[in-house]
């Protein structure tokens, strides 16, 4: 894609008015510039890859990505694309959960959660009346757990990236109440980078919160059809997107639109999740992407699992509740805990 600066300046803040204008025109000659490659990056003469290329709402998943366990194989990818970049500028875009950094128990990470979502889903959750209840219980466990690395060498990785001159930017399904706990295990680990700068003609909020209007204009910029329905609070900061579950494919073509005065020809995009990867890869925006599902983190969850989280759970809301008063006291684990 071929993104321009217009006379050199960045537009932040425009008045109301103009700001639809500028949308307007910008989005405009993005998507009429934007037409995808048709080489895949795999089969150009003189270029190996691990990855496989992928354009917008052109291909569908998992075909169109790759399994991987190390996330050298990522980072390699990007480096290979910037050598062949012609703007010299590619954007590496790292999932956090179980892709960056983990849980080192069960309680509390993604594989909880989705677990608890799942029995909340089919009306048969014991420990959790409602997802507002989960929401709070999974809050309260980010604030007080700390993370590891899903492989040693991951945050050298990530400089080593940043340093051959990739911006790097985290994309998370996690919501905004969840942006403190999650910048601090990223550096608690040494995750350390330069955030892209998220200012542009069709999308600069300075305070870092995008809503539904926002998101809109962003998706109508680069040529997609937003949803019907109300797009639910994101943030946007220090080079740290939270989504709060919505499609990462869209997601990510709202990041490319506070990115536009920015030009990228090519975008890596690394998470753990399907289904994550089949948004991207049916979804994302308009730039030649390549595509890793990231595997090393086993997804299974075994009932031992189940059975140790549900004690340490109510030991944990057992001493919360005799100590203080809190929401969290009111969940169904916690009135069983304390009787």
């Not at 990855?51 to 998992?62: C, F, G, H, M, R």
């Not at 994550?276 to 299974?300: M, Q």
Request: aromatic share 8%; hydrophobic share 40%; glycine share 6%.
């Amino acid at each position: 894609m071929f993104i321009r600066k217009f006379g050199g300046k960045v537009f932040c803040r425009p008045e109301a008015g103009k700001r639809n204008i500028w949308a307007l025109i910008i989005g405009t000659a993005l998507w009429t510039a934007s037409a995808p490659n048709s080489t895949a990056l795999a089969g150009e003469p003189g270029r190996s890859s691990s990855a496989v290329e992928s354009t917008a709402n052109t291909s569908s998943a998992p075909s169109n990505s790759v399994q991987t366990v190390d996330l050298q194989e990522v980072v390699d990818e990007a480096l290979r694309a910037l050598e062949n970049s012609t703007v010299r500028r590619v954007l590496l875009v790292f999932d956090i959960d179980n892709t960056v950094l983990t849980m080192p128990q069960f309680l509390g990470g993604d594989r909880w959660y989705n677990h608890q979502a799942a029995l909340l889903a089919e009306n048969r959750n014991p420990d959790f009346a409602s997802f507002d209840e989960l929401f709070e219980a999974q809050g309260a466990l980010f604030s007080v757990a700390g993370m590891r690395l899903t492989q040693p060498n991951g945050a050298s990785l990530i400089a080593e990236a940043e340093a051959a001159g990739i911006d790097v930017a985290f994309l998370t399904a996690r919501g905004p109440s969840f942006f403190d706990a999650t910048r601090r295990e990223l550096s608690r680990n040494d995750i350390n980078f330069t955030p892209v700068h998220t200012c542009s003609a069709i999308l600069c909020d300075l305070d870092g919160i995008l809503e539904d209007a926002d998101i809109r204009r962003a998706l109508q910029a680069f040529g997609a059809v937003p949803d019907s329905e109300t797009y639910r609070r994101v943030a946007l900061r220090g080079g740290v997107m939270m989504v709060a579950g919505q499609d990462k494919g869209e997601m990510l073509r709202v990041l490319l639109a506070t990115l536009v005065h920015t030009q990228y020809d090519h975008i890596v995009f690394v998470d753990d999740a399907e289904k994550n990867i089949e948004a991207v890869a049916s979804n994302g925006p308009p730039i030649p992407t390549s595509i890793f599902h990231y595997t090393r983190i086993d997804t299974d969850v075994t009932p031992s699992e189940i059975r140790q989280a549900r004690g340490e759970w109510q030991t944990l809301l057992a001493s919360i509740c005799t100590a203080m008063r809190s929401r969290l006291c009111d969940s169904p684990s916690a009135m069983s805990s304390t009787q």
